[in-house]
T-cell receptor, first 110, second 117 residues
Framework: NAGVTQTPKFRVLKTGQSMTLLCAQDMNHEYMYWYRQDPGMGLRLIHY???????AKGEVPDGYNVSRLKKQNFLLGLESAAPSQTSVYFCASSYPYEQYFGPGTRLTVT | AQTVTQSQPEMSVQEAETVTLSCTYD???????LFWYKQPPSRQMILVIR??????QNATENRFSVNFQKAAKSFSLKISDSQLGDAAMYFCAYRSGSTGANSKLTFGKGITLSVRP
């Protein structure tokens, strides 16, 4: 039982490049989330999903897209990376109340 | 919209002493959950303790306990017998009691706790 895993753990992108962050959970949770963590800002919700095939915008969705084609996977995409997207990204899953977090992905956009 | 406020950015405690981390929140809901998460230097988010708003009794987990004041919308975390391993950033978080689109967590900005040997 691996819990919540994230791939990759670190990545450096150049401005304008694209990438996809993968989140996988093996707990059969319905709900999944993507957060970003910036110094002094806490964690802010980017997008979330309440079930397979459904996604919704969170607090800071601009510049990101997501997909939930399989219940266990939640993908976060950056179509054209910008330096403002330099952050640590966390995926989480829950059902019903407690959220379990992945180890995070540190992304740097130069 | 719900908000969570952690007004102290940093705190320090002597090893073996007790420290209290403050958190206030704002909501118009009556059914909700409150959490404290710990984030050590490893970056992993670890759930410390959970409080259901409908429960009057304060939650306790070993050396960690909360002081939940529903009317004052206050949710503080007390760490007893502080250990070096308690040094971390601590986040207070709020979750609505309803499901679906309201299932997301709202976090405070966090407080960095250091433990002096």
């Amino acid at each position: 039982n691996a819990g919540v895993t994230q791939t990759p753990k670190f990545r450096v992108l150049k401005t304008g490049q694209s990438m996809t962050l993968l989140c996988a959970q093996d707990m059969n949770h319905e709900y999944m989330y993507w957060y970003r963590q910036d110094p002094g800002m806490g964690l802010r919700l980017i997008h979330y999903s309440v079930g397979e095939g459904t996604t919704a915008k969170g607090e800071v969705p601009d510049g990101y897209n997501v997909s939930r084609l399989k219940k266990q996977n939640f993908l976060l995409g950056l179509e054209s990376a910008a330096p403002s997207q330099t952050s640590v990204y966390f995926c989480a899953s829950s059902y019903p109340y407690e959220q379990y977090f992945g180890p995070g992905t540190r992304l740097t956009v130069t | 919209a719900q908000t969570v406020t952690q007004s102290q950015p940093e705190m320090s405690v002597q090893e073996a002493e007790t420290v209290t981390l403050s958190c206030t929140y704002d909501t118009s809901e009556s059914d909700y959950y409150l959490f404290w998460y710990k984030q050590p230097p490893s970056r992993q988010m670890i759930l410390v303790i959970r409080q259901e708003a409908y429960k009057q009794q304060n939650a306790t987990e070993n050396r960690f306990s909360v002081n939940f004041q529903k009317a004052a919308k206050s949710f503080s975390l007390k760490i007893s017998d502080s250990q070096l391993g308690d040094a971390a950033m601590y986040f207070c978080a709020y979750r609505s009691g309803s499901t679906g689109a309201n299932s997301k967590l709202t976090f405070g900005k966090g407080i960095t706790l250091s433990v002096r040997p």
